[in-house]
């Protein structure tokens, strides 16, 4: 009879020990976490420290206070002078509204695919204003148009754009060759 008491008290003593286990959980400094019951967001949590939730029905989301840089695919660029060109870029951005991030967005691989949207966007609107020499000599005020662009368009996802910047432009393979041979005769007409 005691030793049935015994392990009952052991069993009741280590239910209670995994449930107030499952019950806490830690927030870092450098974390947003989301607590979500049934699909719902019930809070989100910003500042570091101790808090509880209820086993099973909740669920936490932790989410980066961090800036990333995201590298964005080369994409094609054609400019006001109809030449095409190559263009790697790359963004700075973080999660400013982690609410909002997660309601539209949901996780950061499906930002970076939003990101990837709207930066191709800016840089298409921006730099088919351009001349192919313009953007090759650096046109500055272009980077700016297309980070103001990129910030105003990614606000609603909770999404905080820092900087847009290019880190070169190249010509498409099949166009390298004719500039090769358009500088070769125009140096052939200049040593006449």
């Keep these: 009879m005691k030793m049935v008491i015994l392990i009952s008290v052991l069993v009741v003593v280590a239910i209670a020990i ?12 450098t974390q947003y976490v989301a607590v ?3 699909g719902e967001i019930k809070r989100v949590i910003s500042e570091p420290g101790l808090y509880m939730r209820t086993p099973f029905v ?12 995201y590298d964005i695919p080369v994409e094609k ?11 790697d870029s790359y963004a700075i951005w973080r999660i400013s509204d982690p609410k909002k991030f997660i309601e539209s967005v949901r996780t950061v691989s499906l930002a970076l695919s939003r990101i990837d949207d709207v930066v191709y966007s800016g840089l298409r609107n921006t730099l088919a ?11 500055r005020q272009s980077l700016t ?16 754009i ?18 090769f041979e358009r500088m070769k005769s125009e140096r052939r007409v200049l040593q006449r």
């Design 129 to 139: 204003k351009l001349d192919f020499d313009d953007i090759v000599t650096g046109e």
């Design 18 to 29: 995994v449930f107030l286990g499952l019950s806490f959980f830690v927030v870092d400094q």
């Design 77 to 87: 660029i054609i400019t006001l002078d109809k030449k095409t060109m190559l263009v």
């Design 58 to 69: 909740d669920s936490v989301v932790r989410l980066s206070k961090r800036f990333y840089i």
């Design 162 to 179: 820092k900087d847009v910047r290019i880190k070169h432009t190249d010509l498409p393979s099949e166009n390298q060759q004719a500039v």
């Design 36 to 38: 979500i019951r049934f």
């Design 145 to 160: 148009d297309i980070t103001d662009f990129s910030k105003k368009n990614l606000v609603d996802f909770g999404i905080e």
